[in-house]
């Protein structure tokens, strides 16, 4: 999976395109069953909210998809692209690029050819990512602790006191659990990472 972050090679303003011209941003490399299982098993874990937003894109691009490219796979995502004359469109899609639903992306008016809408909506796909990686270390520790004895009246204050405490924590750690599972550098790629120095580049241009 990539990212504006992980696009180190070439940037996604030098990205290649497919036939369709849609362009191709995917650049982290696995090699070996140890990388590709690690992989596999972050996409096990964001299984549930992947199959809603597959149902979810799925359905706008059978019902309002733009005629000869509805539907496709590119940079290891389910996408749909809006017709322009559709209802959406012309209404209360008109004023948006792209919106993402775990691996899955439903893009506007003719926005599917824009790299730097690609690079902004990977970027969700890993934000997703970690979230769903956080969330199943959450459930995990939680079913632990009660496995432990402890009852559900100081589990429950105990796990708001955390959220309070060390959430920030989670998120960092989880970020680089879900970029190591990726395939990337723990550090370097992780979506927090990645952004931080996205927003430095930004400042600095501006």
């Known amino acids: 999976m990539s990212s504006l972050g992980s696009a180190r090679c070439c940037g996604w303003n030098a990205a290649p395109v497919d036939a369709e011209g849609i362009p191709q941003l995917t650049i982290v490399h696995r090699s070996g069953a140890w990388a590709w299982g690690r992989y596999v098993f972050l996409r096990l874990l964001c299984l ?7 149902l979810i894109v799925l359905t706008v691009g059978l019902a309002w998809g733009k005629k000869g490219n ?19 469109a012309k209404t209360w899609y008109r004023r948006w690029g792209a919106t993402t639903f775990a691996h899955n992306i439903m893009f506007g008016r003719s926005q599917i050819d ?13 934000q997703y990512e970690a979230e769903a990686v956080q969330a199943t270390g959450l459930v995990f520790a939680g079913w632990g602790l009660w496995q432990l004895g402890l009852s559900l009246d100081v589990l429950f204050p105990s796990f708001l006191l955390f959220l309070c ?22 550090y ?4 927090l990472e990645e952004s931080a120095r996205a927003r430095v580049e930004t400042d600095l241009k501006a």
């Open 48 to 54: 549930p909210m992947d199959l809603v937003g597959f």
């Open 70 to 88: 509805k539907v496709g796979w590119d940079n290891r995502v389910f996408w749909a692209q809006i017709d322009d004359d559709s209802w959406p």
């Open 165 to 186: 405490a060390f959430n920030g924590l989670s998120v960092f750690a989880a970020g680089m659990l879900t970029a190591w599972l990726r395939g990337e550098d723990p």
């Open 114 to 126: 824009r790299p730097d809408l690609w690079a902004h909506e990977l970027t969700h796909v890993e």
């Open 188 to 191: 370097t790629g992780s979506h």
